[in-house]
């Protein structure tokens, strides 16, 4: 492995790490579509520059296909430890709660 795959690999963990920030963080109206656009143009970049290099490395893509929702779970149960419903729950809990359909927000993810 060389720096560039160790650079390329920084860069897809920081990439998705925003993503998902952008995904899981609760924005007032009206600058709630700012930050869905600010997550998919993430993601349409990190696309474009995928298809760019023609898959090389070819372990970037699933590396932020699989960062990207998790950061946004975990950010998201993070950021609503003080709403009524998850007030006395334990973090893994609200990680579950957040996960589940019922969690009475289906904006995350």
Same mark, same amino acid.
């Given at each position: 492995?060389?720096?560039?795959?160790?650079?390329?690999?920084?860069?897809?963990?920081?990439?998705?790490?925003?993503?998902?920030?952008?995904?899981? #963080?609760? !924005?007032? +109206?009206?600058? =709630?579509?700012?930050?869905?656009?600010?997550? /998919?143009?993430?993601?349409?970049?990190? $696309?474009?520059?995928?298809?760019?290099?023609?898959?090389?490395?070819?372990?970037?893509?699933?590396?932020?296909?699989?960062?990207?929702?998790?950061?946004? #779970?975990? !950010?998201? +149960?993070?950021? =609503?430890?003080?709403?009524?419903?998850?007030? /006395?729950?334990?973090?893994?809990?609200? $990680?579950?709660?957040?996960?589940?359909?019922?969690?009475?927000?289906?904006?995350?993810?």
């Amino acid at each position: 492995m060389d720096y560039s795959e160790v650079l390329a690999g920084a860069i897809v963990t920081a990439l998705a790490l925003s993503a998902g920030l952008m995904f899981s #963080v609760r !924005i007032h +109206a009206p600058f =709630r579509w700012a930050g869905r656009m600010a997550g /998919l143009v993430i993601v349409g970049l990190v $696309v474009t520059e995928g298809v760019a290099i023609e898959g090389e490395p070819t372990w970037c893509g699933p590396l932020f296909g699989i960062l990207t929702p998790i950061s946004a #779970v975990l !950010i998201a +149960a993070e950021a =609503r430890r003080d709403e009524p419903r998850f007030v /006395l729950e334990p973090y893994w809990r609200r $990680v579950r709660l957040v996960l589940s359909r019922g969690s009475g927000r289906s904006d995350v993810l």
